[in-house]
Structure formats: C-alpha cells, structure tokens
C-alpha cells in the first residue's frame, strides 16, 4: 500500500515522502498513529500544492534574510557598557546586550541566534555573527564604549 508519511518515522522516511509498507503495517499503525495517510490521486495533488508553496515560503524567508544581511553588515553597533579606568568592563557583554542595541536600531534578532567567539570583557571593537536563515549569517561589528564616555 502506497502512503504519504505526515511525521518522520525512523525506519521508513520523513514527512512528505510517498513510501510503498505492507497493508497491516499502514492499516494497524501508520494510519490510526496519524504517522501516514493513504496515498490516492486528491492527496498527492494536495502534497504537491503543499510542497510548492512550503518551497515559496521558503525562498521569501531566504529572500527577507538576505536583505536583513545587508542592512546589518553596513551596521556598526555601540553598546554601552561600565567599564573601570583600565578599559576592563565591570561583568560582560552578552549575545542579549547585542540583541536590544539590535532592536535598538530597528532590527528584531533574537539573542539565541547571535554568537559571540568568546565573551566581551574590555572596551574595544569586536564581530559577533547571527545566523538569519538556514544558510545565511550576517557579520555584526559591536563597538563597546564605557557609559561615561559618549556623554562627555
């Protein structure tokens, strides 16, 4: 009996996929699980449908993180931090930190999604990347100044 998987299912394939499994093994499990449905001429037309608008929606995402990409590398963001005289900050900066000067500029990013090489602990100019998209990263450049100074 020809099914279309709804879920993954380890020995047998991912959702979406049209396998070929005995009638008990579909009739008995995979169908009353909601693991599968039949596979009938109006049910792969509607996976088909579904497949190519999952594919549109995809390539919008990639397409929206792309821009988002661009509008972020030509960022330089400053975050303010207390920092003592020697230019050691007072505890770190964090992927959160980042996250609200982000948002700060009009950018919603969420903080999991931004990785710092190590921990930011001194005053200076340091590049975190945030992974937008499946494949697509974006360089931020962070610029950490001490909160005294860029109101003097």
């Known amino acids: 009996m020809k099914i279309i998987l709804r879920k993954d299912v380890a020995t047998l394939g991912d959702a979406g996929e049209v396998v070929t499994v005995k009638n008990g093994y579909a009739n008995n499990y995979l169908i009353p699980?909601?693991?599968a449905i039949r596979a009938t001429e109006g049910t792969l037309k509607a996976l088909e449908t579904e497949k190519k608008q999952q594919a549109r929606?995809?390539?919008?995402q990639r397409t929206n993180a792309r821009e988002l990409a661009a509008k972020i590398e030509?960022?330089?963001l400053k975050v303010l931090a207390k920092a003592g005289e020697s230019g050691?900050?007072?505890?770190?900066?964090?992927?959160?930190d980042i996250a609200e000067a982000l948002k700060a500029q009009g950018v919603d990013i969420d903080r999991r999604k931004i990785h710092l090489e190590a921990p930011i602990k001194a005053?200076?100019?340091y590049e975190a990347d945030a992974k937008l998209f499946m494949d697509i990263t974006a360089k931020l450049s962070i610029e950490?100044?001490?909160?005294?100074?860029?109101e003097e």
């Open 123 to 125: 005053l200076g100019k």
């Open 144 to 150: 950490v100044e001490a909160e005294g100074a860029s």
């Open 57 to 60: 929606k995809i390539e919008l």
């Open 74 to 76: 030509q960022m330089t």
């Open 88 to 96: 050691k900050l007072f505890g770190t900066v964090t992927a959160g």
């Open 33 to 35: 699980q909601g693991y």
